[in-house]
């Protein structure tokens, strides 16, 4: 719900989304009176960060307490078979099943 001139307003449908843009300081506070003016915008948090990349990387980070890191899977080549590597590993599947 958000209060707008006086009334609430319910929303039955929400969208949540980021941005990242660049800013001078000096004109947040004018950002702040549109964004707050807009009766679309529910919610907002304006937050200083860095100018680097902020894409996500896919790394996950393990939980406080956690020993074990969670890794990322590393791509795999693909290898062209051919006859011969086909027939070591046929053979090597043979020896396993023959015992």
Excluded: C
Aim: zero cysteines.
């Amino acid at each position: 719900m958000k209060d707008v001139g006086g009334k609430k307003i319910r929303s039955d449908r929400v969208y949540f989304g980021w941005v990242k843009f660049i800013m001078h300081p000096s004109k947040l506070e004018s950002l702040k009176k549109v964004i707050e003016f807009n009766t679309n915008i529910l919610r907002f948090l304006l937050i200083k960060t860095v100018k680097e990349s902020t894409v996500y990387s896919g790394r996950h980070f393990a939980a406080k307490g956690e020993s074990t890191p969670i890794q990322t899977p590393k791509k795999i080549q693909k290898e062209e078979l051919t006859a011969t590597t086909m027939a070591e590993i046929d053979k090597s599947i043979e020896e396993l099943i023959i015992e």
